[in-house]
Nanobody, 122 residues
Framework: QVQLVESGGGLVQAGGSLRLSCAGSGRTFSNYAMGWFRQDPGKAREFVAAISWSGGSTYYRDSVKGRFTISRNNAKNTVYLQMNSLKPEDTAVYYC???????????????WGQGTQVTVSS
């Protein structure tokens, strides 16, 4: 029903920037909240950022507030994650997702992209 493809990952030095993109397909793409999660081998998957279907509300984990910005362009079926002031601890595979926004709670949704690797060197 919804296909998600991430791109934009790469290798950067600490303090650098990357912009991740998630291209979606499906007629109902604009009806979904969108989000980013990340995971390193041996670590639990963790929430990074989310945005409501209209783009009117955004959510971030504390460690990325002020550094990362999530946005979406429904006309292009695309969600973005601008990552600035990157730190080595941001290193992970970043996954696009269709989360459920239940009040202030963010739950993992049913659709995932394949992931894109972000590596931040010191």
């Amino acid at each position: 029903q919804v296909q998600l493809v991430e791109s934009g990952g790469g290798l950067v030095q600490a303090g650098g920037s990357l912009r991740l993109s998630c291209a979606g397909s499906g007629r109902t793409f604009s009806n979904y909240a969108m989000g980013w999660f990340r995971q390193d081998p041996g670590k639990a998957r963790e929430f990074v950022a989310a945005i409501s279907w209209s783009g009117g509300s955004t959510y971030y984990r504390d460690s990325v507030k002020g550094r990362f910005t999530i946005s979406r362009n429904n006309a292009k079926n695309t969600v973005y994650l601008q990552m600035n002031s990157l730190k080595p601890e941001d290193t992970a595979v970043y996954y696009c997702n269709t989360p459920l926004l239940i009040g202030a709670e963010i739950r993992m949704g049913d659709y995932w992209g394949q992931g894109t690797q972000v590596t931040v060197s010191s």
